[in-house]
């Protein structure tokens, strides 16, 4: 097993003869269940496993949790919608490219699914993270750092199609307003849908996600 990152103690510095003072930056990691510090300025494909992603992301709710149904629609779950759509798309695309739309939301077990609206309010900043992070994710689980211009693509017509059936079937829009923010509604077996749209309890999308994960990644 790979050792678990560590903070340094920050010494006191003398502000006269009569006090100190500790000087400590603000912190910039989360602690994981697998005792992994995840730096979010720095973030270490060392310190990244599947295991946290996907309890993390089994519990970060889509649409700010306004969404029907008894549990949380999660971003795990969307991102099993998502690859279920783009397999759909492109049945011959590679495992290895299918494992990389499985975590195109992957960073959000870290700094969770913000709306659309605020993230075009703070910018860059939360842009930068959250390239950071991707890049770290790839890289630990073998994939490029940066995807294919076709793979980007294909995640973004996949999740567009994914948010058109959540707005409508969970998030309270009408059709016409739905395909003004996220295009034309995909062609889904009625048999995937009712299953892929119907909110699961954490610790089945967790489950769930694992599974696919595990087959994507030949475990």
């Not at 730096?39 to 709710?61: K, M, N, Q, W, Y």
């Not at 509604?185 to 595990?214: G, I």
């Amino acid at each position: 097993m790979r050792p678990v990152t560590t903070s340094t103690p920050t010494t006191p510095r003398k502000r006269n003869a009569g006090a100190t003072t500790h000087t400590t930056a603000p912190r910039a990691w989360q602690r994981m269940l697998s005792g992994r510090r995840l730096d979010l300025l720095d973030p270490s494909a060392l310190d990244v496993e599947i295991e946290d992603i996907a309890h993390g992301l089994a519990r970060v709710a889509r649409w700010n949790g306004q969404s029907r149904g008894a549990h949380i629609f999660s971003v795990a779950q969307h991102a099993l919608l998502v690859e279920c759509i783009a397999r759909q798309r492109e049945p011959n695309l590679d495992r290895r490219l299918r494992l990389a739309v499985l975590l195109h939301d992957a960073p959000e077990y870290v700094i969770g699914d913000m709306i659309t609206p605020f993230k075009a309010v703070i910018g860059d900043s939360y842009r930068a993270v959250e390239a950071r992070l991707h890049a770290a994710i790839r890289i630990r689980f073998g994939l490029p750092p940066e995807l294919p211009r076709e793979v980007h693509r294909l995640i973004k017509a996949a999740d567009q199609a994914a948010a058109y059936l959540e707005a409508t079937r969970l998030a309270g829009f009408d059709a016409a307003e739905a395909q003004r923010f996220f295009g034309r509604p995909p062609a889904l077996a009625p048999s995937l849908e009712r299953d892929y749209l119907t909110p699961w309890p954490a610790n089945t999308v967790e489950a769930r996600f694992l599974k696919r994960f595990r087959e994507l990644a030949g475990e």
